[in-house]
Structures are given as structure tokens and as C-alpha cells.
């Protein structure tokens, strides 16, 4: 499961495409403006980002040309109406990695994301947080050494804490950036999860791992 992130204002497509890579066993997390996009953007944590051109508040140039600009490698699918050869240059001078035009089948842009998510990227490792390691390449958690099972949900949450190590998150972020946007989870669904990736990553009479911080949310222990 990849998780992606969704650019795009028309509420009948993203309703569509995320459907679509619902079934494909991605997250998808949808984002309707420029602004909104772009915050989401530079926090992180995406697989994979579809990005449409033509935003209210911010196009889809400027927002590939920031995240580029800001040292951000995640692969960008740039969506557009536009057709012209000089608007696909213009994506790809501004960081995108590949280019569909509307209207697309939403199949090819299934392929295309496969594809991305095969490529070798150098950029891509391992995050290591005490005896946790996440792999990037082969979407692996390790405790120990040994690699650990998890439901989907599980692995996308204790994998974004991993990238975010340190920093606290309330349920209601936690579910943003974590949860299928098709889903409608509860402040419990988050606590269960949290409940049962520390039945697989915590010690005996040890602190917890994944520490819950009174009255805001969680955040993964650096040490």
C-alpha cells in the first residue's frame, strides 16, 4: 500500500481517481486548493503526489516548483486540460516526473503510479528511531533486526511517526494524514491502532514507544 496524495479541485474526478486507487490498496489523502496542497506537500510523507495544474490559489507549477526547490523528492504526477507540448515542458523544468492530459483513464494512471513506485530512487533508505528501522525501498519495518507484521493501517500510521520521530500529533491530524480519505475513522480507530502497534513494538515493564502526550495526541520517542 502507497500512500498518495491527491491535488485536485474537481469534486467528481478526485471523488473518481481516489475510488479508483482505493481499490488498488493505496491511501489517498485529497487536497482541493493550491494552498492546502502545497502544506501538505511539504509535510511529507506521500509515496506518490498527483498534482492538477489549474488550482484556486496556487497552479500546480508553483507547487512542484517549491516542493522541488525545498529538497523534496517524491515522484509528481502532473494532471492537466492542457495538451500543449510547452505546458508539459514547463512541468517537467518545474520537477514533475511524469504528465497525463484530461480527460485520462484513471487504469493508465494506475500504471503510471506502479511504475513510479518501482523506480530505484536514491534518495529513498532507511529512518532508523532506537531499535525501529524503517526501509523505504522495500516498505519494511524492523524491530530488532526482525521484521514486524502489521495491518495496513498500523504500518501507515507507525510509518509516518517514524518519519515525523519526535514531533506530536493529534488524533484528528493523525487521521488526516494517515486514514483513506473513503473512510470515516473515529478518535477510537486511531487509540486501537495505537494500542496495537505497541503490543508488537513495546518491551516488557518499558515505556511505551509510541508516547501519548496529555490532552494533544502521540508522538514516537526519539530515544
Not at 29 to 42: C, F, K, M, N, W
Not at 99 to 105: A, E, H, I, V
Not at 189 to 209: C, G, N, T, Y
Amino acid at each position: 500500500m502507497a500512500k498518495i496524495l491527491l491535488i485536485e479541485d474537481d469534486d467528481e474526478m478526485s471523488a473518481t481517481v481516489a475510488k479508483w486507487l482505493s481499490l488498488e490498496h493505496h491511501a489517498v489523502e485529497i487536497a482541493r486548493t493550491g494552498p492546502s496542497g502545497l502544506d501538505l506537500v511539504l509535510g511529507g510523507g506521500f509515496d506518490v503526489i498527483v498534482c492538477d495544474v489549474n488550482l484556486p490559489g496556487l497552479d500546480g507549477f508553483e507547487i512542484c516548483r517549491r516542493f522541488r526547490d525545498s529538497g523534496g523528492t517524491t515522484p509528481i504526477i502532473m494532471l492537466t486540460g492542457q495538451g500543449h507540448i510547452k505546458d508539459k515542458e514547463t512541468g517537467f523544468n518545474c520537477g514533475a516526473d511524469d504528465y497525463l492530459t484530461k480527460p485520462f483513464s484513471v487504469r493508465e494512471l494506475g500504471f503510471r503510479i506502479r511504475a513510479l513506485l518501482r523506480r530505484p530512487d536514491t534518495y529513498r533508505g532507511k529512518v532508523v528511531v532506537g531499535n525501529l528501522a524503517l526501509d523505504l525501498n522495500a516498505r519494511k519495518i524492523f524491530l530488532n533486526g526482525n521484521p514486524i507484521a502489521l495491518l495496513p493501517t498500523d504500518y501507515a500510521l507507525l510509518e509516518f511517526l517514524l518519519q515525523h520521530a519526535g514531533e506530536t500529533f493529534s488524533t484528528d491530524a493523525l487521521i488526516t494524514r494517515v486514514w483513506a480519505t473513503d473512510k470515516c475513522p473515529t478518535v477510537e480507530a486511531v487509540r486501537s491502532s495505537v494500542k496495537r502497534i505497541r503490543r508488537v513494538i513495546d518491551q516488557p515493564e518499558q515505556e511505551s514507544l509510541i508516547e501519548t502526550v496529555n490532552k494533544i495526541g502521540y508522538r514516537l520517542r526519539k530515544e
